[in-house]
């Protein structure tokens, strides 16, 4: 009956083995055993209970098992923390290759001129096309790359932009409760005025936000630096003007920036 | 301290002393075993097994064996498959789908993506309109709200207009024309539709059977196409015309008649739910709590006498309330008519002491308050009863203060009564002299009198057309059906019950290319293509002053009331008439029909929230039974759920039975609006159609008989889930000594002794219900096991429910339905305790006091408390403790937050909660079929895993709150997403700055729909807020106190303002 048992199982098998042996072998009581295994397994009787074959793979693969087990838990949260998990680098390619580095790095537009409602609204809104045909009317009328732009004013029809900033459906993030109390473009979304196309800079995990929820002194800036990509803290302190913002701004004590009504509802 | 640690034991352990034990411990110290004084059923009474097991056991009749179908090992075997799968492909670990961004390509003008906003329109039922503000996000409406500026609204919205947002994005609605001249269903075209249309209105008798529309643009366009020669008949199942016609009898020519309860002092409703089942009923409930909320300031309240076979919700928060047979309403109207020295009253006898007692009261203070007081009479009694109260009224010298009388319409006045209009056409088909039927919304093949055989005749009509919402019993028999636009699509206008004129406009393009009614009217004068815009901009060149058209046009549109265009009251005097003598009460039964209170006539059949919505009274889902008083049912015994027979004029029903407490002796009621066959997923087959017993003869009440039929039906009502457990307080009473006083779940009180502890200089008075000086130091001084937590937030949120306000209407239950993306889960579920209502309204009977042995169920009159309860916030909340995962919290200013993304669905909070209040998702209800039955979630396809929700369904969603899926636990919130959206957007007006939140800023979804204010919401910081006040009334207390859970929502007791004579009667 046990050998079959063993054959049965892979894992448990070679384990009751393994242990049926190591006890025979540490109690040094022969007899006693080879009557118990008699007794359950009658087709063995008479014989000494000897180990098949196979037996002698199992002290390696065991081995392996344990390496494979310690390798297991580092892979398994340096999976879910990695780049490829959050998404950091995510960059997909848009149906308008518009970009940053130039409006916003070189000819230095303000975010709020085309997101306008980032100061108003919980969503930064995507400008509609006409914000785009304020200029390129003008500017690079005939532009191949713009024939999108060009296409969505005369159709009517939305240009459809990849989203690049995602948060989970449970988590309630609104641009204006940030941005009006001195929350950077810059430490969410990177430097933007440097991207020729945009992608994903920072995790967006929990733990990132919480990370400036639990202090933001380490991040805040005044309220009219808070676009300006390029803004350093006045001789390197953050912490120094970090926290004299928070006072000023009456950010909330952490109790409740850790809330989680803050943030889910 | 040690009781302190009896009374924070879970909630597990004091339900763990069986009711055997605890009666055993009863009796032991001698306490005399009845049920509870406050009782939900009649099981809930008499304590049986069932109703204990709901008590005892958190989920009573769950078995976790009979989910699943496979064994431990196969299941073992596909988790380790789909670990392995996870692995392989990595799609566990992966960015969810690509999302795409839309901008606008020109911006509209004010449009903030993200940002709702809100518009006036109104919402018509039965020809008369409330106005509402439909809440739109991104262009797609998702909530609706009274309008304060509209005079029936007054910023409240009933059940139905909660529920109208529904309808919208209901899958089932009729999407294409339908051809079916060929004997079957085939799609066609719009183009085809009109071209058959006007080539029949070009050969000329045209009938037109249409719904009641009560808007000037409606009222136009049927005055042009009746000039045109089309035959207009106009029906209406639950009509006011008994009211009208009663009126006419007395007064020379129709009214309307408009009661300000504000000014009654002592309010008589004979039959009559002027606070449920009334065009007016927001307006009149909020007229009705004024009067209720004096009792605080000034120690007085109006008196409301009702007299009704059925308990309605009127009734149940009248201070005196009888039951009668509804023949016997007559003969009331006429002795108090009588004692009051109307001239139009008979000398009739009265059939009992009870009938003696209530005249007298009645007729006592009805004398002392002349010019105070008024009589009203319901939908359902016959005219001549209309015109005796219109006699009554004036000698109480009601019209001018307590009672108007507004002219009507030109067509109002001079059409003929919705029963002889179905009649005549009917008729008229009968006799060949119809063509061409073309009938504008209703459902008259199912709701019309039964003796008619309609649905017959409207197949026979050579040419019929319907214009409907859905492809329903009427569009079936038609030979066309086009679909309708909604009224949150359309262009339109409508009169409210005062006749002030309100203007519709589209929240969304119609979704299904529906025409609205007065487009396809304007189709009958001959104009093609007009829009409703044009019509109703054309329409309101009549009212509107032509030199400010425009500004005012705009005003109305955004106002969405016409400023002065009520009517005004007219002087009149009730002319000599000589009325009948009433019959007697017959010796079968009176059947009596009453419109439902979540169907109305059967028009809401589809709508998911409303057939789910529990009735007020009877705390019905999905079904009506018929009502029956519990000593007809003992003597021909019939339980609850039996299925009865009832007879009428050789017409003949099954149906099932349930039994009413404060139904009258001799009288069963049937509710309309179920049993529909052609309502779509959710509506067909629920209920009995008992429409199919309602004649011509007998539309209000009639006479049979009803016998028993041996078989039963499952119903799914929710009136004993969720129930408190009072009889483990009664054990730890037994431990640890009393805390409190009785009434522990329900505190009540009468106005006398209220207004004599508010007189009492210490506060400290006999009667037990309010709290005493003493009692508030208990209060203070409890010893605590947890910390006393400290807020240091700028805000500590609070609630009070006031139970002397709240009328039980359930708007609120759908409008944090509709606010939180509650899910409907179908009668089978709701059977298992499954329903998901954060806030329920739990109705309690009790026996008035002096019943003498006539106690419980036995009391023929009970009297009805409601209480809605839904996450009462405590600061020590046992939820908490017990939550393995952190999934439940409080925030920093006092909310017991629940956070889906952390719950595993262990379900301790549930189990620990005391006052019931926490939903579990068992099943994927939202992308589910409500009526389907549960799939057991391993061995068969599981379609809740494949199937997403339906992108229809998906629009009626809020943004702001997070849809649960299954294994979540959920509960009131109290809005937090309001509270967030409010703080923020009043921090962004000075950027840097702290947020100046007014009181009233915040409004709770069940607060703002509520018509009696009875829900207050706001910070217990802010001293000077409404909910601050509430909270130190003498009234105000904490539902089951003595567990020290230390809820942030009070209850306010309970009023009542009989007479001090009716004691002595109920003893009497």
New interface residues.
């Given amino acids: 009956m046990i050998r079959g048992r063993i054959q049965g199982c892979w894992v448990c098998g070679p384990m009751l083995s393994l242990s049926i042996s190591a006890s025979n072998a540490l109690a040094n009581m022969p007899e006693t055993h080879t009557k118990d295994l008699e007794q359950a397994a009658p087709q063995t009787s008479g014989r000494r209970f000897v180990f098949p074959r196979w037996a002698n793979y199992l002290l390696p693969l065991l081995v392996l098992g344990a390496l494979g087990g310690a390798l297991y838990t580092p892979v398994l949260v340096g999976l879910g923390a990695s780049p490829l998990t959050t998404d950091v680098g995510y960059q997909p390619h848009q149906p308008v290759p518009y970009s940053h580095a130039l409006h916003a790095g070189q000819l230095k537009f303000d975010c709020r001129s085309c997101h306008a409602t980032v100061e108003s609204a919980a969503f930064a809104a995507i400008p509609p096309t006409q914000t785009c045909m304020n200029c390129h009317t003008g500017i690079k009328p005939d532009s191949p790359a713009l024939k999108p732009v060009r296409e969505s004013w005369t159709t009517g029809k939305p240009i459809q932009w990849v989203r690049v900033h995602d948060l989970p459906d449970y988590a309630y993030f609104n641009h204006s409760a940030h941005v009006n109390k001195g929350v950077g473009c810059v430490s969410c979304h990177g430097r933007i005025d440097k991207m020729e196309i945009v992608s994903q800079e920072k995790p967006l995990s929990m733990g990132w936000c919480l990370d400036c929820h639990r202090a933001p002194e380490k991040y805040l800036r005044p309220l009219d630096q808070v676009t300006n990509m390029a803004w350093e803290p006045p001789n390197g302190d953050q912490l120094a003007i970090g926290s004299e913002l928070k006072n000023k701004y009456h950010i909330q004590d952490t109790a409740y920036m850790t809330s989680c009504s803050t943030c889910h509802r | 301290m040690n009781d302190h640690l009896v009374q924070q034991q879970p909630a597990a352990i004091q339900n763990a002393a069986s009711a055997e034990a605890q009666r055993l411990v009863d009796s032991a110290v001698g306490h005399h075993v009845t049920g509870p004084e406050y009782w939900r059923s009649i099981e809930h009474y008499s304590q049986s097994s069932e109703v204990q097991k709901l008590i005892d056991e958190e989920f009573a009749g769950y078995d976790p064996k009979s989910l699943l179908t496979t064994s431990r090992r196969r299941f073992m075997q596909f988790m380790g498959a789909s670990f392995a799968l996870a692995g392989l492909t990595?799609t566990g670990?992966?960015?969810?789908p690509?999302?795409?961004?839309?901008?606008?390509?020109?911006?509209p003008k004010d449009r903030?993506?993200?940002?709702p906003e809100s518009f006036a329109t109104v919402f018509e039922m039965g020809g008369v309109g409330v106005g509402v503000l439909a809440e739109a996000f991104d262009g797609r409406p998702i909530k609706i709200e009274g309008n304060p500026e509209h005079a029936d609204s007054l910023g409240a919205a009933g059940a139905f207009e909660q529920a109208s947002i529904l309808e919208l994005y209901d899958p089932d609605r009729s999407k294409v024309v339908i051809d079916q001249t060929s004997g079957k269903a085939a799609v066609s075209t719009r183009e085809q539709f009109v071209d058959t249309l006007v080539a029949n209105i070009k050969a000329g008798n045209i009938a037109v059977l249409s719904e009641s529309l009560g808007g000037p643009t409606a009222d136009a366009l049927r005055a042009q196409a009746v000039a045109a020669g089309v035959k207009w008949y106009e029906y209406e199942p639950v009509s006011r015309d008994n009211e009208s016609a009663g009126l006419a009898l007395a007064l020379g020519k129709r009214y309307r008649p408009v009661l300000n309860l504000e000014a009654a002092d002592v309010a008589v409703f004979l039959d009559c739910d002027p606070l449920m089942r009334h065009p007016a009923r927001l307006r009149y409930a909020r007229q009705w709590s004024a009067r209720r909320r004096t009792a605080d300031a000034e120690g007085v309240m109006s008196r409301v006498y009702v007299a009704e076979t059925t308990y309605t919700n009127t009734g149940a928060v009248a201070d005196v309330r009888i039951p009668v047979r509804p023949a016997r309403i007559a003969a009331l109207a006429h002795a108090i008519g009588k004692a009051l020295g109307s001239k139009a009253a008979i000398d009739m006898a009265l059939a009992d002491e009870a009938e003696k007692n209530f005249v007298a009261q009645v007729v006592a203070d009805l004398q002392s308050a002349q010019g105070k007081a008024v009589v009203a009479a319901g939908l359902q009694q016959p005219p001549e009863v209309h015109a005796l109260v219109a006699s009554i009224n004036e000698q109480l010298k009601a019209p001018g203060s307590t009672l108007s009388y507004l002219p009507v319409s030109e067509h109002e006045a001079g059409r003929p009564t919705h029963l002889e209009s179905i009649k005549s056409l009917a008729a008229d088909i009968k006799s060949g002299a119809v063509k061409s039927l073309i009938i504008i919304g209703g459902n008259p093949a199912f709701d019309a009198p039964a003796d008619l055989d309609l649905a017959k005749a409207i197949a026979s009509v050579p040419y019929s057309a319907r214009l409907g919402l859905y492809y329903d019993e009427t569009s079936k028999v038609c030979k066309w059906h086009a679909p309708r636009a909604h009224y949150l699509e359309a262009w339109g206008d409508s009169r409210g019950w005062d006749g002030s004129i309100s203007l519709a406009q589209p929240i969304i393009e119609p979704l299904y290319n529906g025409w609205s009614a007065i487009e396809l009217m304007a189709l009958l004068g001959g104009a093609s293509g007009v829009s409703g815009y044009d019509l109703v901009r054309k329409t309101a060149q009549s009212y509107i002053d032509k030199l400010q058209f425009e500004r005012v046009w705009k005003r109305s549109l955004h106002d969405g009331v016409v400023a002065k265009s009520a009517r005004d009251a007219q002087q009149v005097r009730v002319g000599p008439m000589k009325l009948t003598q009433p019959a007697a009460a017959p010796a079968e039964f009176d059947i009596t029909f009453l419109s439902d209170a979540s169907m109305y006539d059967g028009r809401h059949a589809n709508s998911g929230w409303l057939q789910e919505l529990p009735d007020p009274i009877t705390k019905m889902t999905w079904d009506n039974p018929a009502l029956i008083s519990k000593s007809d049912a003992d003597r021909a015994g019939i339980k609850t759920g039996d299925i009865i027979n009832i007879k009428v004029a050789g017409r003949s029903l099954d149906i099932a039975a349930y039994i009413a407490p404060g139904q009258a002796k001799g009288a069963v009621t049937l509710l309309l609006g179920y049993g529909r066959t052609a309502s779509g997923h959710i509506g067909t087959d629920t209920g009995f159609n008992t429409y199919s017993l309602r004649t011509a003869a007998g539309m209000d009440a009639t006479t049979g008989t009803i016998s028993v039929t041996g078989r039963d039906y499952l119903l799914a009502m929710t009136q004993d889930h969720f129930l408190l457990d009072e009889i483990g307080f009664d054990a730890r009473e037994q431990r640890a000594g009393s805390k409190g006083h009785s009434g522990r779940i329900v505190r009540e009180g009468t106005l006398a002794e209220y207004a004599e502890h508010l007189k009492s200089p210490d506060g400290k008075t006999t009667k037990p219900g309010f709290v005493s000086g003493e009692e508030e130091e208990d209060r203070s001084l409890a010893l605590q096991l947890f910390d006393q937590r400290v807020y240091?937030?700028?805000h500590a949120w609070g609630m009070t429910i006031d139970m002397n306000a709240c009328i039980g209407c359930m708007a609120c239950v759908v409008a944090c339905q509709a606010e939180n993306n509650i899910p409907v889960v179908g009668k089978e579920q709701v059977n298992k305790n499954r329903e998901m209502h954060w806030l329920r309204i739990d109705r309690y009977y009790k026996s008035a006091p002096g019943r003498g042995d006539n106690v419980g169920p036995n009391d023929p009159n009970p009297q009805i408390v409601f209480m809605p309860l839904m996450c009462v916030h405590c600061e020590n909340a046992p939820c908490e403790q017990v939550c393995p995962v952190a999934a439940t919290?409080h925030?920093?200013?006092g909310?017991n937050?629940m956070?889906?993304?952390?719950c595993i669905g262990t379900r301790y909070c549930s189990n620990n909660c005391p006052y019931k209040v926490r939903r579990f998702n068992y099943l994927d209800w939202q992308s589910k079929d409500p009526r389907g039955f549960a799939k057991p979630w391993l061995g068969i396809p599981d379609d809740q895993q494949e199937q997403s929700i339906s992108k229809i369904k998906q629009m009626v969603f809020n943004p702001?709150?997070?849809?649960r899926m299954r294994g979540v636990m959920e509960k009131c919130?109290y809005c937090?997403?309001r509270i967030?959206n409010v703080k923020?957007r009043k921090?962004?007006l000075t950027?840097?700055?702290?947020e100046q939140i007014i009181d009233g800023d915040i409004v709770t979804a069940c607060q703002q729909t509520c018509p009696t204010n009875a829900i207050i919401f706001g910070d217990l910081k802010d001293t000077s807020a409404e909910v601050v006040r509430g909270q130190q009334s003498p009234r105000a207390y904490p539902v089951l106190e003595d567990l020290n859970t230390r809820p942030r929502t009070l209850h306010l007791a309970k009023l009542r303002n009989a007479p001090v004579t009716a004691a002595a009667s109920h003893e009497a």
């Fill in positions: 990595l670990c992966r960015r969810w690509r999302e795409t961004l839309a901008p606008f390509s020109g911006a903030t993506p993200g940002v240091e937030a700028r919290m925030d920093s200013e909310l937050t956070v889906y993304n952390r702001d709150v997070t849809v919130t937090v997403q967030h923020i921090r962004n950027p840097g700055g702290i």
